[in-house]
């Protein structure tokens, strides 16, 4: 790390800068470019606070050097993760489908609609069981017995499952969940993704609606660097002011995580998008844009669906867009 | 227009609305629905402030029927738009590229990026002659002298050319243009837009970064209700917080125009994006969404390009590009 | 609850939607409006599905009665709420001034910072032992031995103490914390809020960075409706694209927030700021926008602190700041 | 300038940025910095394109020093600018008020809320004639009537008026009008700033609602730099999802502008609200955050204005937050 100091730098606060840095136990070297001094920083730059040395009025810039997420970083780990539950490969250059009920409700509902998106692709099953909700009034999940459900389903199928967990407490019932879901409202839950980076399941980690690229990859590191390295990310919407989505997804990060990143790289356009009608074409937006997957809820009767009916399509939209999505993911292949 | 009161309406504020509504020369009829009052508006209604009749403490809701932006509307308008120049058809369903340089910079420079973009398969050459910029001291266009190589290259390749237009003074230089552009800090110069209105040239209208979808349509709608019919809506990115783009590219706004409105839509991935790396990958996945066209700035040399050279792409990734969006628009068109 | 349909609605999507509305167990009610069909639901519109509702095609528009948070509302509960802890009254009308470091590091700078506050007019003493932070690399705090230190300085200033709480398994420590702090990325922790609902501590819940004003409320709402009606709420900046503040302070939130809820409101500019210099601005202006008090990071030494550094201003500047907001409060009881 | 490379970069790639510098005419000088190179640029930097710069691979940092904004740069001109008009000085430490109707309506109208206002303490009448309006079906002013009618209030009242330009061909119009106003949706309309910059009256520009306080900067520089120094900055909120209130105040924005900049710092409540309850606590909060003065729009009869008449607020409820604004004003200046 190098900081370069301004030209007019009053000397007093050069040398607060070099004791705050010493502070650190860092190795402090310094050098004149072109008459303005320059320091370079050396050792374990971990805990050295980078606003705080922005705000000092000597400092001009900083120029860090390598990602500030470790694990995570493509520089640093050029070969991408191929992660495999239950004979899935994801992130191997196939392109995998997740769809699924937002919630599960039963076992017709959840077994149904698995045996239909199975038919039509789908290769991993997801329903919702702890629902994280933004009123306290709304359908909560149907909690453990919702991921006794879709365990059947996975049996009857043979597809591996997918459900979200909102709190560590839940974990023991997750056992046959092959991959364990971070909603986006937790995507900086800190201590939730540090006790996720000591088990041994795959983790899809959703980026939270007001939060940064760089930010997003700084949360995958805490479970990578808790020893957990089967993470996977996915974009799901930023906030902004259009009303006539939920969220806008940023369909531009897809291929700047790809950059970035080794990590497998999903997309969710329903939740992105909040409303059924445009998600297949989204979905195929995605699948297009590099994506190694995508996550997309069916529900047999949306209408009748616990939670988010408006963004669900039926298993017979979900067939047509699935036709589409294999054509694209052919010419990614080939072309 | 239906306004539902509330049930615990005060009586004089009730009254006040009543004489305020009576003022804008509308018929209003009042009904009781479930012991609440409710009113119908009708008449001319385009003069009515809702923002104003909102804000009356009686009232619970409005109701409008139908679009806000009339012309633009599928509802009222439900056959596509199709755009023809120089014997290209825009919004029939094809997907047209528009390609070319930032800024025309020479005879040299313009012929030799059309021709070399023709041949990979683009439809229409962009090049911009009078430059908005943010700073006052950044390059400002070669002007009339871009617009008439510009028109060189036309003759050249035979390729129908697209500029931007910043001032209505202006409007005399373009009369070999075959589109006029309004960009992105002009979608709200009204003024401009009413002056487009009254020609006879079709018009790219792109979205302002801080514009709403129904903002935009009532932009289009200046220029429609004037009497010039033949406008291109183009998405060309929100402004967010993300850092790592110059804008976020509001994907669905494509499926949710070509939904509201019978006009062509394209999206500018260049300058969403802002940088070239990643071009490619959106362009793609906006020809998936289902637009009709994309804009992609190409320069020969984008090292030495005037303006906008960190999100150019080259001439061979253009031919790269084209090939995948060949084969995505076909499925388009046959899946 | 009302709902209008459309003019032209389709009878078999007007019975799917009576079905679905029967499904829900409310008393459902019809009315001609106009010529048009209005319904009216009674009963327990908790589990009613709004989005989903509004999805359905014959559905023109919502009518809800009613603030859906319930105890957060000014309108179910009219009366002030007013918190006391420690000998202060918060929300009562006064304003009360939350100060002290960001991150606790010592016995001595805790209590000398305790110490220095409470001269300048301070009335409760901030402290962060557990410490969320962006990157896992960053210092997390000092945890329970932080809260010991602080506990020690309230009890040589006789000042009540807050701290944030990032996960419920370290509530035992909170024993002597007299407000416990959620902070903005837990703001939608709802199994973090549920436990929160059934203590007996006031709780300061931040708004989130990307939240309405409507979720706020809703957040609070699990709190309150957990038992626990000591909710303080604290507006800290949305995310803007603006990148010379750490986020945008939405100053209108503040009176906002007054009229819809009957509890206290705060802000903290430091966060919203992330900028020590602007940071007495800002609060004053607060103050003067009627909030019940601020938040704000004091460090006897800015350079050296362990976190949030940049932001946290001096004794002395506290100590000038605090002169203003003296001032300004008393025109607010005043004038 | 300087740039610094990165340790690993490629030759080839540091040649084609050092011949793409060569072509701008800057003198590059280069200097080895712990074994890395860094170039220093000097000469005239205007021309150099610095996203292009930065998306060289070798390029590590640039480190600009001085403003891109130069007239408008406290640093380089650290005198505050004083504007007087009509005997009004703005920006010498003294807080004015403008206020006045959105729409000018009829000679009783304006000549009534004229004088109400007056006699509250404003200091400034606004009152606009040509209106931008998002739909082409509202309301777009009286135009040069207006203006006429706005010229008889000040002639009965003495008090210098402030109307809104949207085209500069309306510019003969406003002899009579003592400050031209440039609203947010022609922050960046260049042509009319260029225009602007040729007078000799002050202009008060607003701040676009999707722009930095750096793109605001130099859009008063197009004005700055062609000659007229005499720029009033107003900032009127930014476009966030929050949707209780038009657009989100950036509070922040007006220490910041004022350590930035010599230029008098405005703030318009009204217009960033955009509902009348709170106008008067966000006016009172930005006079409490250092601002040279605010903008707020005043309705005799706000039901039955022609515009705007949801935010703006009676002269009853004006001559009430004039006397929290001159508490606080004074507050300012004597604590």
């Known amino acids: 790390m190098i900081i370069l100091l301004r030209n007019e730098a009053d000397p007093k606060n050069v040398s607060a800068l070099k004791e705050r840095l010493a502070g650190w136990n ?3 070297s310094s050098a004149d470019v072109f008459g303005t001094e320059a320091l ?5 730059l971990d805990k050295v606070d980078f606003s705080l040395v922005k705000s000092f009025d000597c400092v001009s ?13 493509r520089r640093n780990y050029p070969e991408k993760t191929v992660i495999e539950v239950g004979g899935v490969k994801i992130g191997d250059g196939s392109f995998n489908v997740i769809a699924g009920p937002c919630s599960v409700e039963s076992d017709e509902q959840i077994c149904g609609i698995a045996a239909s998106v199975k038919e039509s692709g789908a290769t991993i099953l997801r329903g919702g069981a702890f629902k994280p909700r933004t009123s ?3 359908f909560q999940g149907l909690k453990a017995r919702g991921i006794e459900m879709l365990s059947e389903a996975k049996k009857r199928t043979g597809m591996p499952v997918i459900s979200e967990i909102v709190d560590i407490s839940s974990l023991p019932y997750f056992e046959h969940v092959d991959i364990i879901q971070v909603g986006a409202r937790n995507m900086q839950n800190f201590e939730l993704l540090k006790e996720l980076g000591h088990i041994n399941k795959p983790v899809l980690l959703k980026r939270g609606p007001a939060n940064t690229i760089e930010e997003f990859l700084l949360s995958a590191e805490y479970i990578l660097s808790g020893g957990n390295r089967n993470v996977i990310l996915c974009e799901r919407g930023v906030r902004t002011f259009e009303s006539m989505t939920r969220n806008t997804l940023d369909i531009a990060a897809i291929p700047i995580l790809k950059k970035l990143s080794h990590l497998p790289v999903f997309a969710d356009p329903s939740h992105a998008c909040g409303r059924s ?5 989204i979905a195929i937006a995605c699948c297009a844009a590099g994506a190694d997957g995508v996550m997309v809820e069916v529900h047999n009767d949306p209408v009748n669906a616990f939670s988010d009916g408006a963004q669900s399509i039926t298993p017979a939209a979900f067939s047509e867009m699935m036709k589409k999505i294999r ?5 990614n292949e080939t072309v």
Do not use: C, N
């Open 327 to 331: 054509a694209v993911s052919k010419i």
């Open 277 to 281: 009608d445009i998600v297949p074409a």
């Open 136 to 138: 306290p009034y709304a």
């Open 61 to 73: 810039t900083i120029t860090k050097t390598g990602d500030p997420f470790k694990f995570a970083s």
């Open 40 to 44: 370079k920083l050396e050792g374990d």
């Open 26 to 28: 860092v190795k402090v």
